[in-house]
């Protein structure tokens, strides 16, 4: 149970990362809406993200030894990958790094693309934390034990 539920989660955190990173503005400027790829710096958000979800795969699909060190390697690239988002998602009112010439003389606001991947990147990490559990559960309950 604990397991179908850990992959459950980490395709929907993984779901979720690619949905704001391709479809979802970060910005709007009236009508013009802004994708990530137009701000700078994006490339590492983007590789935070995919070594997250590299290692919440390999959390959940793998049986380590040692699920506290990839639990922790999780923690910190989680850590990583929200502190760039956040970088991203609040430099929406910077319009002269996101336009080239003519800057849109309206009133900027953000858009859904930084808060879907910040809950995309903490159900992520849930996925590794359930996996985890899930690992000590086994670890501690005897093969043999009834129920």
Known sequence: MTRSVAL???VVGAAGSLLSA???PWA???DI???LT???GWGGYVGSVLALHACVAWAVLGRTARPALTLAAT???SVVAIGSTLL???TYDEASALFDGVVPAVMPGPGLGGIVAVVAILISSGAA?????GHRTMATTPANALP
């Not at 934390?129 to 559990?133: L, P």
């Open 88 to 90: 991203l998602a609040l």
């Open 75 to 77: 923690a910190a690239l």
């Open 38 to 40: 137009r701000f700078p």
């Open 33 to 35: 809406t802004v994708p």
């Open 22 to 24: 391709t479809a979802l």
């Open 8 to 10: 459950a989660a980490a």
């Open 28 to 30: 709007h400027y009236g």
């Open 129 to 133: 934390a359930v996996s985890a559990a």
